[in-house]
Structures are given as structure tokens and as C-alpha cells.
């Protein structure tokens, strides 16, 4: 299986300031057609994860600008430009290049 | 909208089989862009695949739980579902089903099941 390793685990963030996430795979996720699957997942407490990054850096509709995502390969980030209160969660990197999909262990962001 | 709702016994004994339901709406499962995951979410294991199906029944499951699982599709209820028979408590976890589109990537999740396995 193609190993997911976000960093950091946990990231307390100030409102209003950066925050960025890592994820790292342990092949390429660059597929045949040309198409690099990674998708960025929040997940509020409670809830399922919903999808906010897919195909590396295309927002989802609805998603508020100050998510981007970036990478190539096997190294990935996903930014936050001013992080907001309601950002609070737990945010996932899904790979759907290789079977089985497999994502990382999670990263909490926190409000300070 | 594209809605998922997983339904099914919330208790499963050990060494009984696991039965879960996901009615597709605003979607359809017989269309061939997308397939149609089962997915599980414990502490100790994380986010976990356990298979796709697509429209035409073709399966993949994850080669860890291959030996205990079967998928099927019903394109005729909007439904796919997922056995997991032999269960411990091992697979106790929260059970989602979520859709792929093909030349896109996974997007839409249901809300989950809670599936315990105790006696």
C-alpha cells in the first residue's frame, strides 16, 4: 500500500495567521492519464470528512479562497492563508492514484 | 445535490457477518463515471479502504480484507452494499460509503454508521 505521511500531527494556529500542512507519499502519485489523484479532506468533529482540494491544487466549489493546495510527485502542501475559527478539524491527504486508497494519519489544526 | 446515507445494524456479534446499505440520491449508480467505495474509520487503524464497485459489478477490494468481503450493486434501488463476514472487534469502527468520480477523484461521503462488533 502507498504510505501517507502528513506533518505536523497536531497545529495549534493563531486566528488570522498561516497555516500549512505537509503530506508525503511513498510512490508517485502521478497516474497514466496524466493526473496526479491527491485530495485534501477536513473533518469537523462529528461529521464525515468533506472534500476541499482534489487533483492536487483545484479547489472545490464552495471552499473559501484561503484554501490552496500545491505539489507534485510524492510531496504535497496544503495551505491556509488566514486561518478562521470555524477551520477548526482534523485534515486528511487521500491519495486515489493506487489501489487500495490510502490517506494520512491526519493533522488536527487547533485554535490557540 | 449528491447525497449517501449508510444504513445497517449498529451491534454485529463476533464471528457474524457485518450488512451495510448505501442509498445513493441525487446520483446515479448506473452511470459509468463513477465508482462507489466502502470505507471504515477507527482510532487504532485510521481511514481504512475496503472496496470499490462499479456499475457494472466489477469489484477491488483491499487485498488485507479480500477473504472476508463482497460488495454488490443494485442500479434498479440506487443502492450498493458491503458484507464483512468473520467480524471481531477489530472491525468495530465508524463505516462510510463515498464516491469516486473517475478523472477526478473521491468527493461525496455519507454521514457514517457506528458499527460495533461485541457479544
Known amino acids: 500500500d502507498v504510505v501517507m505521511t502528513q506533518s505536523p500531527l497536531s497545529l495549534p494556529v493563531t486566528v488570522g495567521q498561516p497555516a500549512s500542512i505537509s503530506c508525503r507519499s511513498s510512490q508517485s502519485l502521478l497516474f497514466g492519464d496524466g493526473n496526479t489523484y491527491l485530495n485534501w479532506f477536513q473533518q469537523r468533529p462529528g461529521q464525515s470528512p468533506r472534500r476541499l482540494i482534489y487533483k492536487v491544487s483545484n479547489r472545490d466549489s464552495g471552499v473559501p479562497e484561503r484554501f490552496s493546495g500545491s505539489g507534485s510527485g510524492t510531496d504535497f502542501t496544503l495551505r491556509i492563508s488566514r486561518v478562521e475559527a470555524e477551520d477548526v478539524g482534523i485534515y486528511y491527504c487521500i491519495q486515489d492514484t493506487h489501489w487500495p486508497r490510502t490517506s494520512g494519519q491526519g493533522t488536527k489544526v487547533e485554535i490557540k | 445535490q449528491v447525497q449517501l446515507q449508510e444504513s445497517g445494524p449498529g451491534l454485529v456479534k463476533p464471528l457474524e457477518t457485518l450488512s451495510l446499505i448505501c442509498t445513493v440520491s441525487?446520483?446515479?449508480?448506473?452511470?459509468?463515471?463513477?465508482?462507489w467505495n466502502w470505507i471504515r474509520q477507527s482510532a487504532e487503524k485510521g481511514l481504512e479502504w475496503i472496496g470499490r464497485?462499479?456499475?457494472?459489478?466489477?469489484?477491488h477490494y483491499n487485498p488485507s480484507l479480500k477473504s472476508r468481503v463482497t460488495m454488490s450493486i443494485d442500479t434498479s434501488k440506487n443502492q450498493f452494499s458491503l458484507k464483512l463476514n468473520s467480524v471481531t472487534a477489530a472491525d468495530t469502527a465508524v463505516y462510510y460509503c463515498?464516491?469516486?468520480?473517475?478523472?477526478?477523484?473521491?468527493?461525496?461521503w455519507g454521514q457514517g454508521s457506528l458499527v460495533t462488533v461485541s457479544s
Open positions: 464497485i462499479y456499475s457494472s459489478g466489477f469489484t
Open positions: 441525487g446520483g446515479s449508480t448506473s452511470s459509468g463515471a463513477y465508482d
Open positions: 463515498a464516491r469516486t468520480t473517475i478523472g477526478e477523484g473521491t468527493d461525496y
